[in-house]
């Protein structure tokens, strides 16, 4: 007699209970139709992520986004309110102008960009929440040098909006389709495979032979089965975009035993809040069903772009998680940094190292400037495959595209500057150039626009966001607005350095030196009151702190700046010899 077997159990969910909220059928067509009369909030990207993790029980056992009490209690203590061991505030914001028409018990409906409505929040909290407080408690810092500092005090709208959702339907994908699963579809896949112990591996980056041998080692250690997991959400500004990620993760799944491993994209927008993401992460990937996780050493913690140190100490992560695994109820595996010994050809922990044994290492920083130059990838680093799809994505400098950004107060010389800039270029006739002119863009694409700092900003991002197009085509962008405000820059930097480089100029032609040029007129009619909101005069100026190339027109010509400029495009490997 052969005995049946049974499919395997995955691990329960978070809380015990799968918290899907996409409504009935009967329910979507009710919604459908109250949704028609309902006031709209259309979600950022963050909200479009987090949304899709509600709703499909990714975020389980909550039901919405926080109320203040659940959002009060996460931060201060990493609870609900219920006493659930809960990491991260998971928020809607809106802005002042939204949140004063709601009232308690009132519905919004949530919208997708593209206009769809998703699902429909019953309002049961609005308030105004302390983001100084919030980053303390959180990211453990108020350093906006933090992305996820910078995006909560720069990028989040100032009221909190709490509530229960119903889902009408979880947001499109229409790329690597057969790669997306919901917490159910992954759970029933495990299940019919009999996978009884899984893996989760949590990246945000290309994976590499030390990655591979890494999780193998889990595999080994666990007696599991692995899902290599990334996040295709939001992550951390200049990482390698998720397209190229994909590939390069379809690429290594032939490495492993065959029905050993999957692969899995998940919608996630990370925060970069190192330990306590690393909690967070743990609870998703039990949700999913998987009974271990992978934490890392400096697990999804940013570091500053000025030096290149941690925001967090290296094992942090893995201490917190090790504190709460009981409770999370999934086992944490944690391993130190990989390394390559060449004494014998294969990959070893620092800690199993023999005396005196040479090893070999590659940082991404390294990485990063051998595919910009072209230079060889070690064979020992990576694979052939993995990295065709990172040269097929990053080509050397002088084939990306690159945008130009000056900036500098009102008659610094930028204008002029840009265009000697461009007539050279044009000149050199390798690149077509377009000049995204502060007074043009006004005129053509800015034109129902004020000066007032919101409406500065939205005229700055747009110029962003047609740079970093042109960039992402392989074009080269100038881009000479006044562009005044620090944060807005950055935002800028982040939207083009996706696609290619970005070099701040900074014109830093003094304020009395502008005033006297005054060639528009414009600062005689902001000393008057004719103008008001004018930058230098009663709006400050914020300079750049770590631009590119500096030059100053009251010092040198502007023909000397823009050689200046060519130079420093030349010797980062953007252009080729001017001469």
């Not at 979507?28 to 950022?44: M, Q």
């Not at 032939?254 to 993401?277: D, F, N, V």
């Not at 800039?421 to 129902?448: C, F, N, P, Q």
Request: glycine share 8%; hydrophobic share 40%; charged share 25%.
């Amino acid at each position: 007699m052969v005995s049946k077997q049974v499919p395997a159990e995955p691990n329960p969910p978070y809380g015990g209970v799968l918290k899907e909220l996409i409504a009935e059928q009967s329910r979507i067509a009710e919604l459908k139709k109250e949704a028609v009369y309902l006031p709209s909030w259309d979600l950022t990207q963050r909200q479009l992520c987090d949304l899709e993790l509600l709703l499909c029980g990714a975020f389980s056992p909550l039901e919405g986004f926080l109320c203040r009490d659940d959002y009060e209690a996460v931060c201060r203590q990493m609870r609900l309110t219920d006493g659930t061991l809960w990491p991260i505030p998971v928020t809607l914001d809106v802005t002042e102008q939204f949140a004063s028409s709601l009232d308690k018990g009132d519905k919004i409906a949530l919208r997708h960009p593209e206009g769809m409505v998703l699902a429909v929040m019953t309002v049961e909290d609005v308030w105004k929440p302390d983001l100084h407080a919030e980053a303390e408690c959180v990211y453990g810092t108020a350093d906006e040098a933090h992305p996820g500092v910078f995006q909560l005090f720069r990028q989040t709208n100032p009221v909190y909006v709490g509530g229960s959702l119903e889902g009408l339907e979880l947001p499109v994908h229409h790329t690597f389709k057969k790669l997306r699963h919901t917490p159910a579809e992954l759970r029933n896949i495990f299940k019919s495979l009999g996978w009884a112990r899984v893996v989760g591996f949590q990246t945000r980056n290309p994976m590499h032979k030390a990655h591979v041998e890494l999780t193998r080692r889990a595999m080994e250690e666990a007696g599991a089965s692995l899902l290599i997991h990334p996040v295709v959400g939001r992550t951390s500004p200049g990482d390698i975009d998720y397209f190229t990620r994909a590939r390069c993760y379809q690429r290594i799944m032939k490495y492993y035993p065959e029905q050993s491993a999957m692969l899995s994209l998940l919608p996630l927008a990370m925060r970069m809040a190192g330990p306590r993401e690393a909690l967070w992460h743990a609870i998703i990937r039990k949700n999913y069903g998987c009974t271990h996780f992978i934490i890392g050493r400096d697990h999804a913690g940013p570091r500053r772009t000025d030096n290149g140190e941690a925001f967090y100490p290296p094992y942090a992560a893995r201490d917190l998680a090790r504190k709460h695994e009981d409770e999370l109820g999934i086992t944490i595996l944690t391993y130190e940094e990989m390394v390559y010994v060449a004494d014998f050809d294969r990959y070893m922990m620092r800690s199993e190292l023999p005396e005196k044994a040479r090893f070999l290492t590659l940082s991404g920083t390294e990485l990063r400037r051998r595919l910009r130059e072209g230079l060889p990838i070690p064979d020992w680093f990576s694979y052939p495959e993995v990295i065709n799809e990172l040269r097929r994505a990053y080509p050397p400098r002088a084939e990306q595209g690159f945008t130009v950004f000056f900036t500098g107060l009102s008659g610094a010389g930028k204008s002029t500057i840009a265009q000697i800039l461009m007539a050279k270029l044009m000149e050199d006739g390798h690149r077509r150039v377009t000049l995204l002119d502060g007074d043009i863009v006004r005129k053509h694409l800015s034109s129902e626009l004020g000066f007032s700092k919101r409406d500065r900003d939205l005229n700055i991002k747009r110029i962003g966001f047609v740079a970093s197009e042109i960039t992402k085509n392989g074009g080269v962008a100038i881009c000479a607005p006044i562009a005044p405000y620090r944060a807005t820059r950055r935002e800028v930097r982040e939207m083009v350095s996706q696609h290619g480089g970005f070099i701040e100029v900074y014109v830093a032609t003094p304020l009395e030196v502008c005033e006297a040029r005054d060639r528009k007129g414009l600062y005689a009619k902001a000393r008057a009151g004719l103008i008001t909101n004018f930058t230098g005069i009663d709006d400050p100026y914020e300079p750049p702190e770590n631009a590119e190339v500096v030059v100053d027109t009251s010092r040198i010509s502007a023909e000397e700046a823009a050689n200046q400029i060519l130079s420093y495009l030349e010797s980062q490997g953007y252009i080729g010899n001017q001469g």
